[in-house]
């Protein structure tokens, strides 16, 4: 039995499961539990108790002990084998069910859903740093108020949808990478889209486009200012426990544009172990295997460094490190024309 953890036509992943009630007696079938749209939260590993699809934790809770054993959960966190464990510790699981990660698999996805079709535009480099923030999540408008103010920092900010407006008064890193909000507890990765940051004449909740298209293809078409800016930073969506590579990282190594992204711990480790090149020439990655704090702080205290930068300067620091980013395009190339291998094809 296969059951695709549909993150649309279901409100929570315990409505999803009601369609199942089968998995919490002996079944004598395999089940393969497929959530491959986006990584997963870890109650009670993070902070996200109320997480509409906190996938493994509720098939644990659901699924009858004796299905364990021929029971399979693919998703495509990088991490997915560490963060299993720490549930399987934490809920004191003697048995454990199978899991398996198919990291690449949004990025095939978006590869096929966009339009990747490199365009003619001859770069007149204005900025040092493009930032694309669509869907508002704590860590992104974060983002925005650290370096909105930079003359070199050129963003979009697509989807504030604020009808009641809280101003975030207070914002504290705890333990476990978790963080505080106006004494509220919770993570970088959760959607606030009612939550700003308020200065003279600035708001995190002001709509911002860039010179796209009409009917722009996000998965694939760029605004002028991409092809204006040195270095992408990436906002991925998930910085928290689980991580997965998404269609956002497809551009800037398509287009061959050297990028760093506020990911989650390990995110650029997981590069460089799948091949590329990171672009030490311009970034420190130390933080990378770092607290969310220190990941922050890290990157806003480079990318604010690099903003101080003339554009000339920091276009002349790319032209060292080309190979690099020849290299790096040629390898997703690989990656993308290797599907058996890379993307998961009902089968184990």
Not at 150 to 157: E, Q, R, T
Not at 180 to 208: E, L, M
């Amino acid at each position: 039995m296969q059951i695709s953890i549909d993150r649309i036509k279901y409100n929570t992943i315990q409505d999803l499961l009601k369609d199942y009630e089968f998995i919490k007696r002996p079944y004598s079938n395999e089940i393969i539990f497929l959530d491959l749209i986006e990584s997963g939260h870890y109650y009670p590993y993070s902070s996200t108790k109320d997480w509409k699809f906190n996938s493994l934790y509720h098939i644990y809770k659901n699924l009858h002990i004796d299905n364990y054993e021929k029971t399979y959960f693919i998703n495509n966190d990088i991490h997915l084998d560490f963060n299993h464990q720490q549930i399987v510790r934490l809920l004191g699981l003697k048995k454990q069910i199978n899991v398996k990660s198919f990291p690449w698999h949004s990025v095939f996805n978006g590869f096929n859903k966009g339009n990747f079709k490199e365009q003619k535009i001859k770069p007149d480099l204005k900025y040092n740093v493009i930032f694309m923030c669509g869907e508002q999540r704590l860590n992104r408008l974060m983002i925005l108020n650290e370096l909105h103010e930079h003359d070199k920092f050129v963003y979009s900010n697509r989807n504030p949808q604020i009808e009641k407006p809280i101003a975030i008064k207070s914002l504290k890193y705890l333990k476990d990478d978790n963080l505080q909000v106006n004494g509220i507890i919770t993570n970088s990765d959760v959607i606030a889209p009612n939550w700003v940051f308020q200065k003279k004449y600035w708001c995190s909740s002001i709509k911002r486009d860039l010179s796209d298209k009409h009917a722009i293809n996000i998965l694939g078409d760029v605004p002028m200012e991409y092809h204006q800016s040195v270095i992408e930073l990436v906002g991925e969506s998930y910085t928290d426990k689980g991580c997965c590579v998404s269609e956002k990282l497809l551009k800037p190594l398509l287009y061959k544009k050297p990028f760093i992204c506020m990911a989650s711990k390990g995110y650029h480790t997981f590069l460089e172990k799948q091949g590329f090149y990171l672009y030490d020439e311009i970034f420190d990655y130390s933080f990378d295997n770092s607290s969310f704090e220190k990941r922050f702080k890290s990157l806003m205290f480079q990318l604010k460094n690099i903003l101080k930068l003339s554009t000339k300067k920091l276009k002349d620091k790319i032209k060292d490190i080309e190979y690099k980013i020849d290299y790096n395009h040629q390898l997703i190339m690989t990656i993308l024309n290797d599907k058996d291998r890379y993307k998961y094809n009902n089968s184990k």
